[in-house]
């Protein structure tokens, strides 16, 4: 068991990765309950189901990056948890098997229709697993990889988002865009940030955007999808009636990226890097927050 707490901090930390599941569960149930005009907190275990899922999609995407990273790993880094045999891949096989079997039987559990937005998100992530069958390609040309991949997030918001309004057999919320947006956009934020590196940080056999694109590029990158993530997240806030209590914080972060970005490119450094990764994940909490509970608390009890 020691061993498999030692690679999910090192690989997988689980605070983390739960509290981003946890988010983006509720968020993504309530703001579709309220796009519905259902203003009132869900059942717990519509939001636990929702919740579930996300970390098991996270536990698969975990997995399927394992596979496709081995030989990398192997040549290059050589000290993480599968090259040096702290774990197997077919063990980390089977434990994403069972995340599948356990989002299989929570779709079950709300009604057979459920199962068409999960298999749907599967087949996207299958694709990604095989990296489109053009791997090589992808590998040489970052931004094509990067936005390849970026559907997949929106994907698995929607089937969140299905635990309210499909389980419920309603219709789709009309305004579920903004939502996926959100998502699409907060996934492009998180991965850029956690590939931004300063000169001497640099690594051979890693992939960073500071080294595929240049600093000023990254960190331009970086900054249209933190304004892109907020934007999108304030028009879904707004369209349930919690526009202005967001803007005042999106603002703030706003203006934090900005300053931290703009450092970073005068004097990169490892310390900013870090505070730039940190932001990027405190946004991504601020948006899913107040598009979803924030919003709903707004309208309850805020007005």
């Known amino acids: ?16 990765y739960g509290l981003l599941a946890a988010t983006t569960g509720v968020a ?12 009132a907190w869900p059942a717990a275990g519509t939001v636990l189901a929702a919740s579930a899922s996300a970390l098991a999609f996270f536990v698969q995407m975990r997995v399927a990056d394992e596979f496709k990273d081995r ?16 774990v197997r891949l077919t063990e980390l096989a089977a434990i ?33 697993a095989v990296e489109f069958g053009a791997g090589n390609w992808l590998k040489a040309r970052p931004a094509a990889y990067l936005l390849s991949h970026l ?7 929607f089937q969140l988002s299905s635990f309210d309004w499909l ?6 919320p009309a305004g579920l865009g ?35 694109w240049g600093a000023r590029r990254a960190l331009t990158v970086w900054v249209s999808a933190l304004v892109a993530t907020l934007a999108a997240a304030g028009c879904a806030a707004g369209s349930v009636g919690a526009g202005l209590p967001f803007a005042a914080a ?17 004097a990169p450094s490892k310390a900013r890097a870090a505070r730039l990764d940190a932001l990027a994940r405190a946004t991504t909490l601020l948006a899913y927050l107040g598009l979803g509970p924030a919003a709903l608390a707004w309208a309850l009890y805020g007005q």
């Open 71 to 86: 030989e990398d790993d192997a040549l290059w880094r050589p000290e993480r948890p599968v090259p040096r045999g702290l």
């Open 96 to 128: 994403a098997l069972v995340a599948a079997t356990l989002q299989v039987t929570l779709a079950c559990a709300f009604g057979a229709p459920m199962l068409v937005p999960l298999m749907a998100t599967w087949a996207y992530f299958a694709l990604t």
């Open 28 to 39: 993504a149930t309530i703001n579709s309950s309220m796009l519905r005009g259902q203003y």
């Open 178 to 212: 903004a939502l996926l947006a959100t998502a699409f956009a907060s996934a492009l934020l998180l991965e850029v940030s956690r590939k931004l590196r300063a000169p001497s940080d640099e690594q051979p056999g890693v992939v960073t955007y500071t080294a595929a």
């Open 151 to 157: 559907p997949l997030p929106s994907l698995i918001v």
């Open 1 to 16: 068991m020691n061993r498999w707490w030692i690679y999910q901090r090192e690989r997988f930390p689980l605070t983390a």
């Open 250 to 266: 999106a603002l703030a972060l706003c203006a934090a990226g900005v300053t931290g970005a703009l450092h970073f490119v005068a």
């Open 167 to 172: 389980a419920t057999h309603a219709e789709m």
